[in-house]
């Protein structure tokens, strides 16, 4: 597990770990590419995550309960697939304005936006209306595996 990264996500806002990370980026050796690929990626989980962490809902991909977020957490919905259900999920909790589809129940849940995540989603051609749908890019998969270990690179 990465502390650094953990300590961070525990104890900072959304802004406070994005400009560690743009920090970090602009000192590191990673080409351009990856640095205009990265802050987007991490903005888009972190409009979610942190939103669930301050209602106390954090919940892994397979819907069980988590009691803190830690660097583990994030690189889990990290994935591309498990990214694209928290979508649904969260979309489907704001709709029926309770949390669905997890180990919670009888939970207080507050409206959580999804338009970063759903603009870099659609952004990546991931499909946001069909859940069902795999239709994405297998390079572009590739892609966020890459922002991964360089987040994780970045963060260690």
């Known amino acids: 597990m990465n502390d650094n990264f953990t300590k961070l996500l525990q104890n900072s806002s959304q ?4 400009k560690v990370l743009e920090d970090k ?8 590419f990856w640095k205009e690929k990265i ?8 409009s979610v995550l942190l939103p669930l962490k301050e209602q106390n809902i954090l919940f892994n991909p397979e819907g069980q309960i ?3 977020i830690d660097s583990e957490l994030f690189f889990r919905w990290s994935d591309l697939v498990c990214l694209k259900t928290l979508a649904f999920i ?4 704001n709709e029926k304005n309770e949390l669905v589809r997890t180990d919670y129940n009888n939970v207080k849940y507050s409206y959580i936006d999804l338009e970063k995540l759903g603009t870099y989603l659609s952004s990546n051609r991931v499909n946001i209306i069909d859940e069902d749908s795999l239709d994405f ?3 572009i998969y590739n892609l966020h595996q ?5 987040i994780k690179n970045l963060l260690n």
Request: aromatic share 2%; no cysteine; hydrophobic share 40%.
């Open 15 to 18: 802004e406070e770990i994005i």
């Open 25 to 32: 980026l602009k000192n590191s050796e990673e080409p351009d």
């Open 39 to 46: 802050i987007p990626f991490t903005e888009a989980i972190l």
């Open 66 to 68: 988590v009691n803190t």
């Open 90 to 93: 969260i979309q489907e909790s």
């Open 137 to 139: 890019p297998m390079s």
């Open 146 to 150: 890459g922002m991964i270990t360089i």
